[in-house]
């Protein structure tokens, strides 16, 4: 199969992850795969955004940005056209993004099936998290991409809600989550008893993650064993977290790897006696939890519906009630005490990846079955992609 992937991922974070894991399962599979967008992503380095993007969005108003990135779509749409003329794709497949509508727009000229991964409803999130000028066309056009996809392929269930809400038929959607390859992460024995117990962390640091109160708790903890906060990563709460640390006295049980390489993640989980997800977005498929349970940590997460799509309480997981801070503490003293526990709970993790196919050669499989299945329906692409928008 000849798939044409279009995206507009400027970054190399989360989203290019996905990006170039799904590509790579998709070609050892045996299909051809030719991916379209920014020219900036191939040269931009880890945890880097586009510097012109950046310094649009530092120096001028929200809805001058997003004027520029409405424009954009107008060249991006005739490049990935370009490429579909050249490269006479079966599908198209194209990461969702706001502002984005080469996707849907060169599917309709070309008659092709639009297969479109959705990983937010990004107009909402950008309004709550990242500012949002222009928020009534923003989410007009989210809607009119979504709902003109031959199929919509949200990371988690809670996602699809969102997608239906919009007015996409659940008939054209199937929910795909964020995977792994199970062959980065191989089998890690839990680290030694008797010593500190590191609680680890990987990821972009934001201040909702709620990683202050957990320096609180390891301040507040007189007994044993120690415990000390491992982060892998970095980001804009890094300078709080350092100063809150000082000023609780616990400077030296806070350490920061920084950023990354994607080879050296495995090794560093596995450096983990518990790994933390302490907040997550209602809707989200963090690819972090996926990363713990296949190194064979045991995982401590928030119990709402989107984790519980990967996470079984007190089976792969535990999970704790994030409207009462005290349980996540309460859970992490639980496992801290507990090695028989983190090492059960790690064991059953990694073996629900592997028994649920939670892994990107698994998803391209399915992403190739929804695409052949889309094909073989003559006309349905124009019909179901042009049906009107109320």
């Not at 809670?158 to 199937?174: F, M, N």
């Not at 045991?298 to 990967?310: G, S, V, Y």
């Not at 993790?349 to 094909?375: K, N």
Request: hydrophobic share 50%.
């Amino acid at each position: 199969m000849k798939i044409l992937y279009s995206h507009r991922i400027r970054s190399r974070d989360g989203q290019s992850v996905h990006l170039e894991a799904m590509v790579a399962a998709l070609r050892a599979a045996g299909h051809e795969v030719r991916v379209v967008g920014p020219a900036g992503f191939a040269t931009t380095g880890l945890g880097e955004d586009s510097r012109m993007v950046a310094l649009i969005r530092r120096l001028l108003p929200a809805w001058v940005g997003e004027l520029a990135e409405l424009a954009y779509a107008l060249p991006a749409s005739w490049r990935l056209d370009r490429a579909a003329a050249a490269f006479h794709p079966d599908v198209i497949y194209e990461r969702a993004n706001l502002f984005h509508f080469a996707g849907a727009l060169v599917a309709w000229r070309r008659g092709l099936p639009l297969l479109l991964e959705v990983n937010a409803p990004l107009a909402q999130e950008r309004a709550r998290f990242g500012g949002l000028a222009l928020r009534r066309i923003a989410a007009a056009g989210e809607r009119f991409v979504w709902r003109r996809a031959t199929r919509v392929l949200p990371v988690t269930a809670v996602l699809a809600k969102h997608i239906v809400a919009a007015g996409v038929p659940v008939s054209r959607i199937a929910v795909v989550p964020n995977g792994i390859d199970p062959r980065d992460f191989p089998p890690a024995p839990a680290r030694p008893e008797g010593g500190e117990i590191v609680l680890g962390f990987i990821g972009f640091l934001r201040d909702w993650h709620g990683l202050d109160a957990l320096l609180r708790g390891i301040a507040g903890w007189k007994g044993e064993p120690r415990m000390v906060l491992q982060i892998v990563g970095d980001g804009p709460a890094r300078p709080g977290l350092e100063r809150l640390a000082a000023e609780l006295g616990i400077a030296d049980r806070l350490r920061f790897t920084g950023l990354a390489a994607r080879t050296a993640v495995p090794g560093l989980i596995a450096g983990f006696d518990i790994a933390l997800q302490p907040a997550a977005v209602a809707y989200a498929c963090p690819l972090k939890v996926l990363e713990y349970m296949a190194a064979g940590r045991a995982i401590l997460a928030p119990d709402q519906a989107n984790l519980r799509e990967l996470l079984e309480h007190g089976s792969t997981g535990l999970l704790f009630d994030p409207r009462h801070p005290e349980a996540f503490w309460a859970n992490v003293l639980l496992l801290a005490r507990n090695a028989e526990l983190r090492r059960g709970l790690g064991e059953a993790a990694r073996a629900a990846i592997l028994r649920r196919d939670l892994t990107w050669s698994g998803h391209a499989r399915r992403v190739v079955a929804l695409a052949t299945e889309a094909m073989a329906a003559p006309g349905a692409t124009r019909s179901a992609a042009w049906e009107p928008v109320e």
